[in-house]
């Protein structure tokens, strides 16, 4: 049952945050990724790098989201948003351990 709500949480976020886009940029071992998402309130990033931590984003001029990471290496992540999981569209993505995915960053 959690699984389900999981599910239909993410399709309704989809639904209602189609505007949204995702993109990253590196710096040597630096990675910042950006959520555009003008309508949250709240937005954290967990990752494999660190056996997914919630990290708080920080917000930019009241439309976008983002955070920093440091890692030379490739990792899965997703991001909660107002208290529920989010995982945007991305490149490559990987099936977790609760029926569910998670994007994939592989540095280039």
């Not at 003008?38 to 955070?67: I, M």
């Not at 991305?90 to 994939?104: P, V």
Request: glycine share 2%.
């Amino acid at each position: 049952m959690k699984i389900l709500i999981l599910n239909l949480t993410i399709v309704a976020l989809c639904l209602t945050g189609c505007a949204a886009t995702h993109y990253h940029e590196r710096q040597s071992d630096r990675v910042t990724l950006y959520l555009k998402m003008p309508e949250a309130r709240q937005v954290a990033f967990a990752s494999s790098l660190d056996d997914f931590q919630l990290h708080s984003a920080e917000r930019l001029e009241n439309t976008s989201w983002k955070v920093t990471v440091t890692t030379n290496s490739e990792f899965s992540y997703f991001y909660f948003v107002d208290g529920a999981v989010y995982v945007p569209e991305c490149r490559l993505y990987e099936k977790d351990d609760f029926g569910s995915q998670n994007c994939i960053y592989v540095p280039e």
